[in-house]
């Protein structure tokens, strides 16, 4: 089944830094989540899109809805040891089924 | 409030054994989703409850079999487990309207041998 590109797969990071990663698709989405999972936990929402261009902000995390629909990027900012896990985009198919990424693991060192 | 729970948190099964994984949601909400996570590659749709009575398939449905027995409460059943059914499975629901937020449970890590 189809899944969204996203990329990178990993970055190792030093605190403080920014972060960038983005996700692609071939077919266009009229919503993109970014969610965040700690180990052993389930995803949770960071931030959703709901419009072609939308910028939204989450504290230090922004999410930019692509201006084609088929794109979507997530950046944090000043990045902190909690900020460690892996982030993952989705998007929305009709009224119910998410599409995900592969996910981008995030290592901070301090 | 729990949210949403999943029983059990890690099971072991032989091949060809049956099982079935409990979730239950305490938010009122209509939708409820079963997903597969495997290491690369993200989460996968395997069921879907839009509302209670309904049930369709997502992305990855063969081997599998839910039921919705309730609004509070759906099931994923294994029938006869392969190697390759081994994955963490995650529960989700959700509510009507905007946000459109998926609460997730914490997961079932299960091992097929």
């Known amino acids: 089944g189809q899944q969204l590109n996203q990329s990178p797969q990993s970055m190792f990071i030093q605190e403080g830094e920014d972060v960038s990663m983005n996700c692609t698709s071939s077919?266009?989405?009229?919503?993109w989540l970014w969610y965040k999972q700690d180990p052993g936990e389930g995803p949770v929402l960071l931030i959703a899109l709901y419009k072609a261009g939308e910028l939204t902000s989450n504290g230090r995390l922004t999410a930019q809805f692509g201006i084609t629909r088929k794109d979507s990027f997530l950046n944090i900012s000043a990045s902190i040891p909690s900020d460690v896990g892996i982030y993952f985009c989705a998007g929305l198919r009709g009224a119910q089924k998410l599409v995900f990424g592969q996910g981008t693991r995030l290592t901070i060192n301090p | 409030n729990a949210g949403v729970t999943q029983t059990p948190k890690f099971q072991v099964l032989k091949t060809g054994q049956s099982m079935t994984l409990q979730c239950a949601q305490d938010m009122n909400h209509n939708s409820m989703y079963w997903y597969r996570q495997d290491p690369g590659m993200g989460l996968r749709l395997i069921y879907y409850?839009?509302?209670?009575?309904?049930?369709d398939k997502g992305e990855v449905p063969n081997g599998y079999n839910v039921s919705r027995l309730n609004k509070r409460e759906f099931s994923l059943r294994l029938e006869s487990a392969a190697p390759s059914q081994t994955s963490v499975y995650f529960c989700a629901s959700r509510g009507t309207g905007v946000p459109y937020e998926q609460y997730f449970g914490p997961g079932t890590r299960l091992t097929v041998t």
């Open positions: 409850s839009a509302s209670e009575g309904t049930t």
């Open positions: 077919s266009i989405f009229n919503t």
